[in-house]
C-alpha cells in the first residue's frame, strides 16, 4: 500500500459545484496534512494545512480530516476554470514530508 | 516578498555530463529542500537542510548527487555523471522558523537528459 494515495483523475466538475478531492494515509502516526495546488508547468503552492480531526474553512475551500478513518480532503465551493489544477495531499510522517501523486481536477465552463 | 529563486529554468545535457541547480530561498527561511518530480508523479524529497547542516539526506543518491548549503542561504545541487533516468523537474522549496512543514516552491528547473 502507498504512504499517500489519491486517485490521479481526471475529476470533471462543472463550474459552481463542488469539487471533492480526496486522500488517504497508511501510517497512523502521520502528524500534520497540507493540500498543494499545481498549475500544468508551474511548482505546488501551498493552499491548506490541516493538523486535528474536522473541518477547516479558507474562503472556497475546506479540508476536513479524519484520523480514525486516516483520510483526508479538499472540498472546493464555488469551482472555477481557474481551479483546474493537480492537487497533491501531502502528509507529515516521522519528519518527513510524503506527497501523492494529485489528482487532476478540471473545471468544466 | 520574493520567493524561491532557482536557476537555470531548463537544462539539456548529453548524459555522462554534469549538471547543477542553484536556489535561493525566501529571506529569512531557514529550512530548504532539493525536491525530483517526474511527469505524472508527487514531489519526492532528495535533502533537506536547517540551515547549512542536512538533516535528511536519506534518499539522495549520493554516487552521482551532491547538494551544498555553504553559509546556511542559498544552495547548490549537483549531479555528476547525468544518467537518462534523471531527466525531471528539480524543484526547491524553503520553510519558515518554526513552521518547517509549510513548503514554499521554487519554478524548479526542467532538466533533459540526452
Known amino acids: 500500500q502507498k504512504e499517500v494515495e489519491q486517485n490521479s483523475g481526471p475529476l470533471s466538475v462543472p463550474e459552481g459545484a463542488i469539487a471533492s478531492l480526496n486522500c488517504t494515509y497508511s501510517?497512523?502516526?502521520?502528524?500534520?496534512f497540507f493540500w498543494y495546488r499545481q498549475y500544468s508547468g508551474k511548482s505546488p503552492e501551498l493552499i491548506m494545512s490541516?493538523?486535528?480531526?474536522g473541518d477547516k474553512e479558507d474562503g472556497r475551500f475546506t479540508a476536513q480530516l479524519n484520523k480514525a478513518s486516516q483520510y483526508v480532503s479538499l472540498l472546493i465551493r464555488d469551482s472555477q476554470p481557474s481551479d483546474s489544477a493537480t492537487y497533491l495531499c501531502a502528509v507529515l510522517r516521522d519528519d518527513k514530508i510524503i506527497f501523492g501523486k494529485g489528482t487532476r481536477l478540471h473545471i468544466l465552463p | 516578498e520574493a520567493g524561491v529563486v532557482q536557476s537555470p529554468r531548463y537544462k539539456i545535457i548529453e548524459k555522462k555530463q554534469p549538471v547543477a541547480f542553484w536556489c535561493n530561498p525566501i529571506?529569512?527561511?531557514?529550512?530548504l529542500y532539493w525536491y525530483l518530480q517526474n511527469l505524472g508523479q508527487g514531489p519526492e524529497l532528495l535533502i533537506r537542510y536547517e540551515n547549512e547542516e542536512a538533516v535528511d539526506d536519506s534518499q539522495l543518491p549520493k554516487d552521482r548527487f551532491s547538494a551544498e548549503r555553504l553559509k546556511g542561504v542559498d544552495s547548490t545541487l549537483k549531479i555528476q555523471p547525468a544518467e537518462l533516468g534523471d531527466s525531471a523537474v528539480y524543484l526547491c522549496?524553503?520553510?519558515?522558523?518554526?513552521?518547517?512543514?509549510?513548503?514554499?516552491f521554487g519554478p524548479g528547473t526542467r532538466l533533459t537528459v540526452t
Open positions: 529571506s529569512g527561511h531557514n529550512t
Open positions: 522549496a524553503s520553510s519558515p522558523p518554526g513552521r518547517w512543514y509549510e513548503q514554499y
Open positions: 490541516i493538523y486535528s480531526n
Open positions: 501510517d497512523r502516526v502521520s502528524q500534520s
